[in-house]
């Protein structure tokens, strides 16, 4: 879904949520942005703002099979529900299936396991989809935010090199200021830095990919909370949690306007 005012804005921010099944806030704050910023454009000043300057593309579900397992069969399901070349085991991970370094030292090759990266970069119906429409929109993309459960981190490229990026300096800046404005809620707090050295290496991530082909300011969220319910966040976090994850949306929003980027 395309949000924002297509007279005026021209930049674009792609907002990417449900990629991993069981991470079941991700997709439920990409449905709480769509209503926020629908419900909200015209009488809040700083979301019309916003939505004067860019149009967000919003994914609120990246992986439909595998979301839809959840529900039905398997709650901690994680990668899509595609046929591997083991006839026994399902699913690629689609956050492992994007053409950046898909080949690397890290990769998983085991079909049967959570990281099944695929049998080729871009091999995953769901992953030809989103490279080929943001291949598409890429000149006015600026920015592309991934949402995911759970540890209360914000991270951003590279997750496949512990080389430093380019414009390591302004993502630290950006992911500073909006996790000051997450924090300002509700006291949660969060930790910040490149996937590689915060979590753990990944090879073909989402984020490294729109990273490479040129948006600078790609990020992930990995959302509450630190562990304790983990991946079966209770409902009643669920408002907070999109309430908080806004105002650090709405800060890095206003830092690409800001900034002109
Ligand atoms: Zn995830």
Same mark, same amino acid.
């Given at each position: 879904m395309k949000i924002g005012n297509q007279e005026s804005a021209k930049k674009g921010v792609f907002v990417e949520c449900g990629i991993h099944a069981r991470e079941w806030i991700s997709p439920a704050f990409c449905q709480w942005f769509i209503a926020e910023a629908v419900k909200t454009y015209g009488k809040n000043k700083e979301m019309t703002k =916003? =939505?004067?300057s860019l149009i967000f593309h919003v994914l609120p579900v990246f992986n439909i099979d @595998?979301?839809?397992? $959840?529900?039905t069969s398997d709650r901690m399901w994680r990668k899509n529900r595609a046929p591997t070349p083991n006839d026994k085991c399902f699913g690629t991970d689609l956050n492992r299936n994007f053409n950046i370094s898909w080949d690397g030292i890290y990769r998983d090759d085991e079909p049967c396991s959570g990281g099944y990266a @695929? $049998?080729?970069?871009?091999s995953a119906p769901e992953t030809q989809?989103? $490279?080929r429409y943001i291949r598409d929109s890429l000149s006015s993309l600026k920015a592309y935010i991934s949402f995911h459960s759970f540890s209360q981190l914000l991270l951003y490229p590279y997750g496949y090199t512990s080389e430093a990026t380019p414009n390591h300096e302004k993502l630290e800046e950006m992911a500073k200021s909006a996790l000051k404005a997450l924090q300002s809620l509700?006291? $949660?707090t969060y930790t910040y830095g490149p996937i590689y050295t915060t979590i753990y290496p990944v090879c073909g991530s989402s984020i490294d990919w729109t990273y490479d082909i040129g948006i600078k300011y790609s990020f992930v969220f990995e959302l509450r909370d630190e @562990?304790?319910?983990?991946? =079966?966040l209770p409902e009643h976090d669920i408002e907070a949690t999109c309430?908080?994850?806004? =105002?650090?949306?709405?800060?890095?929003?206003?830092?690409?306007i800001d900034q002109d980027i």
């Open positions: =916003l =939505l004067d @595998g979301y839809v397992w $959840t529900w @695929g $049998t080729a970069p871009e989809a989103v $490279t509700y006291n $949660t @562990g304790e319910y983990g991946f =079966l309430e908080e994850t806004m =105002l650090a949306v709405k800060s890095m929003a206003n830092y690409l």
